[in-house]
């Protein structure tokens, strides 16, 4: 695509989006009485207009059915979890037995770890992407400790070459290679949070099983942003959060996949509790824990419905967009715009005054871009912010802006990098 760089061509794209409706289906936060230009996605994605209509339909069932609500009205919450795998499971290119909802993220990727992370004195080790969101960092580390081991010696990371921003995948796999003797598993995010770089998940996992180690992936900033294929790639395990891209609400309800291989693997050890019993003899209270089919057997505590109304919600917005394909086609071409945009300000000035650290190339990008401010970073954000831009600010000069498909227009990137532009001069 040529881009341009005038509000006609941006107001054109909108005009040729056949999926720009779907901005309608959202709550835009409001700034001076017009819609904000909501770049946030990536922390927290907009509420959709009928998130309050599934949480009504819920709250009219707890008022009218109370405890029978479990097992009567239209949706009995007993089941209520079945509805959400089949879009899941196409989101996340898992087998609808392969997903289940519960808990939240860093939460699960501990329950999850009980499982995959059984070191032993010859192999302990874990490997991770240097820089993982600190939450991943933490629950490893005192994983790690919990096991007897420290961090220092049990958890390697991959950093960027000196000078570069984003890990080449041979750098990831060589050192996947030269720990083979002692790792037990890799743990890598889908899309890392700081730069906005897609991992090649498959080469990763390949290379992690080769060297006889379990693969998960965090895939807090991946799903609904970017095409996943978790069964095909052979990933062992995996969770996600469903309030960034999948717009599910303030620390909504997370997600995970376990492989079907793993469903009655003898060797895997779990935190149990009764929402992972088999249903059929669940309400038995029979003594000794009998797991449910599926990622299923991984639940430990009762459903909560409300969460999962809000998922619902959001989950059959995408299911109306046809899944991720088309919706991935407008996003490469929105963030693709706004990259030209901020080319074309460095191009103005004749100086690099905004470098995107997140990779050009968009087979190895999502929505977000990364962009390390030269001058007067803080300013430059609170300048945005000031004018209704929304994105956020990450220690020490970077500002994370993400076009999100479903509910941002090329208008709203034309405007955004204007407000870019003008803050150099009202930051000088
Ligand atoms: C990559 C990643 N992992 C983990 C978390 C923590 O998630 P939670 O607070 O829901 O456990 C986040 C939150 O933004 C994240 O971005």
């Given at each position: ?7 006609e ?16 289906e ?5 700034h ?12 927290l ?19 009218d059915?109370?405890?029978e ?11 209520f ?5 089949q879009?899941?499971a196409?989101?996340?290119?898992a ?25 032993t ?5 874990v ?10 960092q ?8 919990y ?56 080469a990763?996992a390949?290379?992690?099983h ?57 060797d ?13 003899k669940?309400f ?7 797991a ?11 459903s ?25 086609q407008k996003?490469?071409?929105l ?13 103005k000035?004749g ?36 004018n ?35 803050s150099?001069?009202?930051?000088e």
């Amino acid at each position: 695509m040529i881009y341009h760089n005038t509000l006609e061509f941006a107001e054109s794209l909108d005009a040729q989006d056949e999926l720009r409706h779907f901005r309608h289906e959202f709550l835009i936060p409001q700034h001076n009485g017009e819609d904000a230009i909501y770049l946030c996605g990536n922390s927290l994605g907009l509420q959709p207009k009928s998130t309050e209509k599934y949480l009504g339909t819920q709250l009219n069932a707890w008022k009218d059915l109370a405890v029978e609500g479990w097992f009567q009205g239209d949706d009995p919450w007993l089941q209520f979890h079945h509805q959400l795998k089949q879009p899941l499971a196409n989101l996340t290119g898992a087998k609808p037995d392969e997903v289940t909802v519960m808990n939240s993220l860093t939460v699960n990727l501990h329950l999850l770890l009980v499982s995959f992370y059984q070191p032993t004195n010859k192999r302990y080790k874990v490997l991770m992407e240097g820089g993982a969101f600190p939450s991943d960092q933490y629950a490893i580390e005192s994983q790690v400790n919990y096991h007897g081991y420290q961090a220092e010696d049990a958890i390697v990371e991959v950093f960027p070459r000196e000078g570069e921003h984003t890990l080449r995948t041979e750098d990831i796999i060589s050192v996947i290679e030269q720990n083979a003797d002692e790792l037990t598993l890799v743990l890598f995010a889908g899309v890392n949070y700081y730069t906005g770089q897609v991992f090649d998940m498959e080469a990763i996992a390949n290379a992690g099983h080769k060297a006889g180690a379990y693969v998960g992936f965090d895939l807090a900033h991946a799903v609904g942003n970017v095409p996943l294929e978790l069964h095909n790639w052979d990933a062992d395990f995996a969770c996600w959060c469903s309030y960034k891209y999948m717009n599910s609400g303030p620390g909504g309800i997370s997600g995970v996949f376990v492989h079907e291989k793993h469903f009655n693997n003898p060797d895997l050890k779990r935190f149990a509790g009764w929402w992972g019993y088999r249903p059929d003899k669940r309400f038995l209270m029979a003594p000794g824990f009998k797991a449910a089919h599926g990622a299923e057997g991984w639940q430990v505590s009762t459903s909560p419905i409300l969460l999962m109304a809000a998922h619902k919600a959001a989950l059959d917005i995408f299911e109306k967009a046809g899944g991720l394909m088309e919706l991935r086609q407008k996003s490469v071409l929105l963030t693709g715009y706004l990259e030209y945009l901020i080319h074309e300000i460095n191009h103005k000035y004749g100086e690099e005054l905004f470098t995107i650290i997140t990779p050009s190339d968009p087979n190895i990008r999502g929505c977000q871009l990364s962009v390390i401010c030269k001058r007067n970073g803080k300013a430059t954000f609170n300048y945005l912010a000031k004018n209704g831009v929304i994105g956020d600010w990450r220690e020490p000069d970077v500002i994370r802006l993400s076009p999100v498909p479903l509910y941002n227009s090329f208008k709203d990137v034309y405007k955004a990098a204007s407000y870019l532009d003008m803050s150099l001069v009202v930051s000088e």
